[in-house]
Nanobody, 120 residues
Framework: EVQLVESGGGSVQPGGSLRLSCAAS????????MAWVRQVLGKGREPVAI????????NYADSVKGRLTITSDNAKSTLHLELNNLKPEDAAVYYC?????????????WGQGTQVTVSS
């Protein structure tokens, strides 16, 4: 059974930073691409960062480029997302997702999400 557990969310002022973590289990972490996806009430899910199974190739949504950084730790089966210079529009529930392969085009497992709030 795939298990993805996010943590690290919280409240921060604009310009602040947070570090999200995703503890993965139930599968061979190093064989799959992973992603962070966020969702705001009333809107669809927006993939913001993807990392391949080797942890060497990353892709970011244009809205977060230069501010968010995705990393993976295969030894610990853990995914991280560094959020810097946060903006109010970054506020959302952030989900950790597992791809069906090593490339990250489709995803089949999701965590419970962690809330990020950005306000003055």
């Amino acid at each position: 059974e795939v298990q993805l557990v996010e943590s690290g969310g919280g409240s921060v002022q604009p310009g602040g930073s947070l570090r999200l973590s995703c503890a993965a289990s139930g599968f061979s972490f190093s064989n799959y691409a992973m992603a962070w996806v966020r969702q705001v009430l009333g809107k669809g899910r927006e993939p913001v960062a993807i990392i391949d199974s080797g942890g060497s190739t990353t892709n970011y949504a244009d809205s977060v480029k230069g501010r968010l950084t995705i990393t993976s730790d295969n030894a610990k089966s853990t995914l991280h997302l560094e959020l810097n210079n946060l903006k109010p529009e970054d506020a959302a529930v952030y989900y950790c997702a597992k791809a069906v392969d090593s490339f990250g085009n489709y995803y089949d497992s999701w965590g419970q999400g962690t809330q990020v709030t950005v306000s003055s």
